[in-house]
Structures are given as structure tokens and as C-alpha cells.
T-cell receptor, first 119, second 108 residues
Framework: GAGVSQSPRYKVAKRGQDVALRCDPI?????LFWYQQALGQGPEFLTYFQNEAQLDKSGLPSDRFFAERPEGSVSTLKIQRTQQEDSAVYLC?????????????????FGPGTRLTVT | DAKTTQPPSMDCAEGRAANLPCNHS???????VYWYRQIHSQGPQYIIHGLKNNETNEMASLIITEDRKSSTLILPHATLRDTAVYYCIARSQGNLIFGKGTKLSVKP
């Protein structure tokens, strides 16, 4: 079946440009996560949606980062006025609903990522 | 979520079992142990998870010590395609907290 897809796979932006990164989650998955992965590091959490509601954005590094999921399916991560330190791979993951109350948490399925290079 | 500690790198001969250790001495009772791996230029891939009991699926086995302070991921017959970074995560909430993982190199 279709997995999580992301586009574009590669993006080169000049410093100061705005970029938009798209994530298409697995159909029917309620939860959607964005992560940022710097070279040689593990992925770091950015933000989390449950359907269209953004329940956690504690990982967004600055107010230049903005994410949305208006219809509870496709999500877009937007970075305004890109800086060189924004260069990284941006990963999207989706999962079925997290039943955090019972301690049973569904596995996350990751897309291939978008490699952003800011020059 | 509890911090996990893994060796930065390991080698394994093709066809042999790969045993990847993870320490999570501060794990709490409601935290599951999750393992993901990331093959070069791909997104992380879920492998297995467990709470107290040992678990096995088509990819791997997970052995958790009785005190839950450490675990071992076992790939029973490693292949070259298993070369990847393996992440051990103690998780009690939605987002995953990755460390640097263990880079496993499977050699012919």
C-alpha cells in the first residue's frame, strides 16, 4: 500500500527565501508528526497534529516555522526567511490515533524526507 | 521520556546474529521500549516495541531485562541490507525522542 510521501525530495533555497514542504500521510492516519534531522544527528521533534488540530508545537525552533493540516490529511511545513541553520532533512511521520491514556502508542510511519539546503 | 544509551557503532558479519544493546536505567513503568532503524537517505523504519515481555516479529526480537533497565535488539541473520543506524527509544507520549543511535555495519 501507499506509504507516507513528501515533496519535494530536495529543495535548495537562497537565504531569506520562504519554502513550503508537503507531507501526504497514510490514508486514515489520524496523527501526523514533523521532525528535523541535521547531518549526523537523530531526528528531532518539531510539531504534532491530531486530525486538523495542532496539539504540540513545542519543537518548532522559531516563529519562522509554521505548520498546518487544514483538512486533517495533507500537511505543509512552511519556513519563512530561511537561514543557513535551517539546512536539514525534514521528515514527516503518520500513525493511527495515539491512545496515550492506556499507554499503547501506535508506531509511526515515516516518509523519505525533504532535504533542504539553504545557500 | 527516559534517556537511552547506545554504543555509537557495531560491526556484524553477514549471516550472523546482530545483538544491539540499549541502556535505559531511568525508564518509568509506563514507558515502552521502541526500536527504529534508518537506512541511508531514507526515513526511519519501525522495527519492534515492548513493555515488559520479550517480543518477536518477522524483523527482529526484543529482549528486555526483568528490571527493564536495559534491552537488546536481535537481528537473527544479519544481511547487508540491515546496515543502518538503529535507534532505541523509551516512549510514553506521541513524539519520538531519538538519540544518535548505533550505526550497524554488516560486512560480507
Amino acid at each position: 500500500g501507499a506509504g507516507v510521501s513528501q515533496s519535494p525530495r530536495y529543495k535548495v533555497a537562497k537565504r531569506g527565501q520562504d519554502v513550503a514542504l508537503r507531507c501526504d500521510p497514510i490514508s486514515g492516519h489520524v496523527s501526523l508528526f514533523w521532525y528535523q534531522q541535521a547531518l549526523g544527528q537523530g531526528p528531532e521533534f518539531l510539531t504534532y497534529f491530531q486530525n486538523e488540530a495542532q496539539l504540540d508545537k513545542s519543537g518548532l525552533p522559531s516563529d519562522r516555522f509554521f505548520a498546518e493540516r487544514p483538512e486533517g490529511s495533507v500537511s505543509t511545513l512552511k519556513i519563512q526567511r530561511t537561514q543557513q541553520e535551517d539546512s536539514a532533512v525534514y521528515l514527516c511521520a503518520s500513525s493511527r490515533r495515539d491512545f496515550a491514556g492506556t499507554g499503547f502508542l501506535h508506531e509511526q510511519y515515516f516518509g523519505p524526507g525533504t532535504r533542504l539546503t539553504v545557500t | 521520556d527516559a534517556k537511552t544509551t547506545q554504543p555509537p557503532s557495531m560491526d556484524c558479519a553477514e549471516g550472523r546474529a546482530a545483538n544491539l544493546p540499549c541502556n535505559h536505567s531511568t525508564i518509568s513503568g509506563n514507558e515502552y521500549v521502541y526500536w527504529y532503524r534508518q537506512i541511508h537517505s531514507q526515513g526511519p523504519q519501525y522495527i519492534i516495541h515492548g513493555l515488559k515481555n520479550n517480543e518477536t516479529n518477522e524483523m527482529a526480537s526484543l529482549i528486555i531485562t526483568e528490571d527493564r533497565k536495559s534491552s537488546t535488539l536481535i537481528l537473527p541473520h544479519a544481511t547487508l541490507r540491515d546496515t543502518a543506524v538503529y535507534y532505541c527509544i523509551a516512549r510514553s507520549q506521541g513524539n519520538l525522542i531519538f538519540g544518535k543511535g548505533t550505526k550497524l555495519s554488516v560486512k560480507p
